[in-house]
């Protein structure tokens, strides 16, 4: 097992700053070089706007992330309890045509899927929605 960090914060806006803190001083450690830190740091932060905006529509509940360092790979894992999240149901981003063609939504998990090696979804009744990312650390 690798290097650890957690956090739990409310599902609120007023604590994306804490989320940012939290990824700056894994990121640091882990060893991640600048461009690397603002990769997971934009996607941690998508993925937590997400939770607090449609897991849990801006009402109470614990947003759960873990950062892992093993081997080359950051592991970042984010838990919530809110409604179920179904990835597939999200259509792809229209992000080659006008302003006025494109759908509302789906930019968030297009983001995260490019500025990161590996996105997942799982969902159980009992252990809520859990979002599995992994950045590949390059020298």
Not at 25 to 46: K, P, S
Not at 86 to 101: F, H, I, M, N, Y
Not at 114 to 120: D, R, S, T
Request: charged share 30%; aromatic share 8%.
């Amino acid at each position: 097992m690798g290097q650890k960090f957690s956090l739990t914060v409310d599902s609120d806006v007023n604590e994306l700053g804490a989320v940012a803190e939290f990824v700056e001083r894994a990121a640091r450690a882990f060893g991640m070089n600048d461009d690397q830190l603002y990769d997971v740091q934009m996607a941690i932060d998508e993925a937590v706007t997400n939770v607090i905006e449609h897991a849990y529509h801006r009402a109470r509940g614990d947003i759960h992330i873990e950062m892992t360092k093993r081997g080359s790979d950051v592991v970042v894992t984010i838990r919530d309890h809110g409604e179920r999240f179904d990835p597939k149901k999200v259509a792809q981003p229209k992000t080659r045509a006008g302003l006025s063609e494109r759908n509302i939504g789906g930019l968030g998990l297009f983001f995260m899927q490019k500025l990161m090696n590996k996105v997942e979804f799982e969902f159980s009744d009992e252990q809520g929605n859990l979002l599995t990312m992994v950045k590949r650390i390059k020298k």
